[in-house]
């Protein structure tokens, strides 16, 4: 599994865009990237995923450049409620059912400042 | 209606008791896991299992023991606990499993262990 590296936290005020980039610098070519949220006490929510270039949905957008060695999540206009953990997952694609480790990194810790 | 649930939410006890937590998914995945999250927020995965076959086993102890007596329950239990497993433990479940690639997990809301 591709390691990656986050920053270990960030503060933003309310209303703002707020970027977080992930590095990992090993991808595989069949690795894609994920975006997991976590709120204090609740388990891992996904929040998006990509290949390449960029993707967006209602909760955010990834953008990932040409040589996928990072990638950076945005949140749009930022709320109090976006205040969590941001976890980058970077995984293989399943070719087979082996021993593919899912770890998880520390994560970037949001705060979202009234 | 609640996709990953997990009993119980907190769990107190003392070393060298045996007990178990209980995990269901209702979203008809063939892949469940566990994972366990320590104080430093690091979520590490525990054991994935794949119609009942187990396919991940990442080096915990042989005093975890996952069970799955069908595909949409995976319970874990832990034996002659130690003040080391204290942690938050996290089910979890995707459709294929393995990865996260194009596979998305969910996960349930989580088990407080404490181990006095």
């Known amino acids: 599994l591709a390691k990656t590296t986050q920053p270990i936290s960030m503060d933003s005020y309310e209303g703002q865009e707020v970027n977080i980039t992930c590095s990992h610098n090993?991808?595989?070519?069949?690795?894609?990237i994920t975006w997991y949220q976590q709120f204090p006490s609740q388990g891992p929510r996904f929040i998006i995923q990509?290949?390449?270039t960029k993707v967006t949905n209602e909760v955010a957008s990834l953008f990932i450049p040409a040589d996928r060695k990072s990638s950076t999540l945005s949140l749009p206009r930022v709320s109090l409620s976006d205040t969590a953990v941001y976890y980058c997952l970077v995984g293989d694609v399943v070719l087979n059912f082996g021993n593919e480790k899912l770890t998880f990194g520390t994560g970037t810790r949001l705060t979202i400042i009234p | 209606d609640t996709a990953v649930s997990q009993t119980p939410k907190y769990l107190v006890t003392q070393m060298g008791n045996d007990k178990s937590i209980k995990c269901e998914q209702n979203?008809?995945?063939?892949?469940m896991y566990w994972y366990k999250q320590d104080s430093k927020k690091f979520l590490k995965i525990m054991f994935s299992?794949?119609?009942?076959?187990?396919?991940i086993n990442e080096t915990v102890p042989n005093r975890f023991s996952p069970k799955s007596p069908d595909k949409a329950h995976l319970n874990l239990h832990i034996n002659s606990l130690e003040l080391g497993d204290s942690a938050v433990y996290f089910c979890?479940?995707?459709?294929?499993?393995?990865?996260?690639?194009?596979?998305?997990?969910?996960f349930g809301p989580g088990t407080r262990l404490t181990v006095l």
């Open positions: 990509g290949y390449k």
């Open positions: 979203l008809g995945h063939d892949t």
């Open positions: 299992y794949n119609n009942k076959e187990l396919i």
């Open positions: 979890a479940s995707s459709q294929e499993g393995g990865g996260a690639s194009g596979d998305t997990q969910y």
């Open positions: 090993n991808i595989a070519t069949n690795d894609y």
